[in-house]
């Protein structure tokens, strides 16, 4: 069974700059998240989709950061403008779907590496 | 709202000897526990869960884990470490809504 793709794995831009990451994940899995691991932080959830539907973006900021899962199944996550404070490792990770509610295990990508300059 | 506490965030043993990584959280309703694991430039992969029933899991590669539930805890246990397990540890927790709450993580180093 195909994992979790992410890419690129890793991306340099400068502050101000606009950058876009990819996530295909797990075939049939209804649920994908977007988390944001700041180095020495744990992942924090940016955005969590059901099918093409959004559950969860409380905690997307939304005056840069947007996020869009077309047809259910790939998603984008895009930074315009990026700041310093951005640079983290991005997961994007998916689950079976809500009928579980949160008994499922979220399967994760290797994660996108963003240092912003 | 839920929280998560890992109370080391470096812990550092001999191979072969016992290891505890410790987790707390805090939940207004019912949750269900988790720990992944991240080795170097990998993504995070469940090494167990508790969702209902035992309170004592058990996971891949040897690990195991206790649900208490009056001191809101689930370490994680392992009693006789290899040097492959040195890796970043993260305890989660999960709402029936599917909304998880991960801790910062417990980078665990095991020398030869």
């Known amino acids: 069974e195909a994992g979790v793709a992410q890419s690129p794995r890793y991306k340099i831009i400068e502050k101000r700059q606009s950058v876009a990451f990819w996530c295909n994940p797990i075939s049939g899995h209804a649920t994908l998240y977007w988390y944001q691991q700041i180095l020495g932080q744990g992942p924090k959830l940016l955005i969590q989709f059901q099918n093409n539907g959004v559950v969860d973006d409380s905690q997307l900021p939304k005056d840069r950061f947007s996020a869009e899962r077309l047809k259910g199944v790939d998603s984008t996550l895009k930074i315009q403008p990026a700041k310093l404070e951005d640079s983290a490792v991005y997961l994007c990770a998916s689950s079976l779907g809500l009928r579980g509610g949160g008994k499922n295990e979220a399967f994760f990508g290797q994660g996108t590496r963003l240092t912003v300059v | 709202a839920q929280s998560v506490t890992q109370l080391d965030s470096q812990v550092s043993v001999f191979e072969e000897a016992p290891v505890e990584l410790r987790c707390n959280y805090s939940s207004s309703v019912s949750v269900y526990l988790f720990w992944y694991v991240q080795y170097p430039n990998q993504g995070l992969q469940l090494l167990l869960k508790y969702l209902s029933g035992s309170t004592l899991v058990k996971g891949i590669n040897g690990f195991e884990a206790e649900f208490n539930k009056s001191q809101t805890s689930f370490h994680l246990r392992k009693p006789s470490v290899h040097i492959s397990d040195t890796a970043e540890y993260f305890c989660?927790?999960?709402?029936?809504?599917?909304?998880?709450?991960f801790g910062d993580g417990t980078t665990l180093t095991v020398k030869p």
């Open positions: 989660a927790v999960s709402t029936n809504a599917g909304k998880s709450t």
